[in-house]
């Protein structure tokens, strides 16, 4: 699993996981929403990848991609193509959040 900052603050995760979930569903992917004491969670399924997690850590919102195994080159290029779609499901999700003024 990888783990990379995605420059936000945590106050916007409850806005932003909602447009996150939304843009997820578009595209058929199944959506896990959770809450810890940390802060809100969601997990995407990517089909045939693996999970994209996004996450409230430190006061920031982070992003984390787990390719679930395999030999390492496999492993790694699930690793990029899934920080990619977590990179896109990110930037629609900031997208929406603009249409919608929240």
Do not use: C
């Not at 969670?41 to 984390?64: C, L």
């Amino acid at each position: 699993m990888q783990s990379y900052p995605a420059g936000l603050p945590a106050s916007s995760a409850g806005k932003l996981f909602f447009h996150i979930q939304k843009a997820a569903e578009t595209k058929g992917m199944t959506v896990s929403a959770q809450s810890n004491p940390q802060g809100p969670r969601i997990h995407v399924k990517a089909p045939a990848d693996g999970w994209v997690y996004y996450f409230v850590n430190n006061n920031e919102i982070w992003m984390a991609v787990d390719p679930q195994g395999g030999d390492t080159e496999a492993v790694e290029a699930r690793k990029s193509r899934l920080k990619t779609l977590g990179d896109e499901l990110l930037a629609d999700a900031k997208a929406r959040r603009k249409e919608a003024g929240d």
